[in-house]
């Protein structure tokens, strides 16, 4: 069974730099896409983007400017940066995995990120 | 706003059947798979329908999901107060660039 788990500072002050890690156990990082999602508080789900295990990346054309995911294979982790936050980015950041663009089969716990000063 | 539209919310009393509907068009719903999620009080979404109408090992055959041109159901029955959830469709979007959207989410009480 696919496990995941989310980790990363729970305050990030505004228009710094976003930065949580996902780590990967229980099955191949090959072949699939490697996802990070939000849910701000109360609010409904958003897909930021996604990194397959060759290194593409696929983003939100309403994020891209600020996203970076990247993956880290030999540790089975992948990564996201999103900088310049505002309080609009406070949110429950969840990675998980898309088993081919037909579904999000597995998901982490999710961590929320809160951004104030 | 959401790209998929769902109604905020649908009740139905124990043992009853409900269906969650999810609106989308032909840059999503239209021409991708459809799938659905399961979110509890305080946990993580958990995939309940994929590739329109398919179970992932270990979901009841009490859901369901179908798809009928630009528009996508859930169905739900024989309710149980542990169904009480947020249900969420979803699907990619070829609109603006190719993307994951969600409807806005729907509130299942069971009365």
């Known amino acids: 069974q696919v496990q995941m788990q989310e980790s990363g500072p729970g305050l990030v002050k505004p228009s710094e730099t976003l930065s949580l890690t996902c780590s990967v156990s229980?099955?191949?990082?090959?072949?699939?896409?490697w996802t990070w999602l939000r849910q701000p508080p109360g609010k409904g789900l958003e897909w930021i983007g996604h990194?397959?295990?060759?290194?593409?990346?696929k983003y939100n054309p309403f994020l891209k400017s600020r996203i970076t995911i990247s993956l880290d294979t030999s540790k089975k982790q992948f990564s996201l940066r999103l900088s310049s936050v505002t309080t609009a980015d406070t949110a429950v950041y969840y990675c998980a995995r898309d088993n081919g663009v037909t579904a999000i089969d597995f998901w982490g716990q999710g961590t929320l990120v809160t951004v104030s000063s | 706003q959401s790209v998929l539209t769902q109604p905020p919310s649908v009740s139905a009393a124990p043992g009853q059947k409900v269906t969650i509907s999810c609106s989308g068009s032909?840059?999503?719903?239209?021409?991708?798979?459809v799938s659905w999620y399961q979110q509890l009080p305080g946990a993580a979404p958990k995939l309940l329908i994929y590739?329109?109408?398919k179970r992932p090992s270990g979901i009841p055959d009490r859901f369901s999901g179908s798809t009928s041109g630009t528009s996508a159901t859930l169905g739900i029955t024989g309710l149980q107060t542990g169904d009480e959830a947020v249900y969420y469709c979803?699907?990619?979007?070829?609109?603006?660039?190719?993307?994951?959207?969600f409807g806005g989410g729907t509130r299942l009480t069971v009365l």
């Open positions: 590739d329109n109408y």
């Open positions: 990194i397959y295990n060759t290194g593409t990346t």
């Open positions: 032909s840059s999503n719903i239209g021409n991708n798979y």
């Open positions: 229980g099955g191949s990082i090959s072949g699939f896409y």
């Open positions: 979803a699907t990619w979007d070829f609109s603006l660039s190719v993307h994951w959207v």
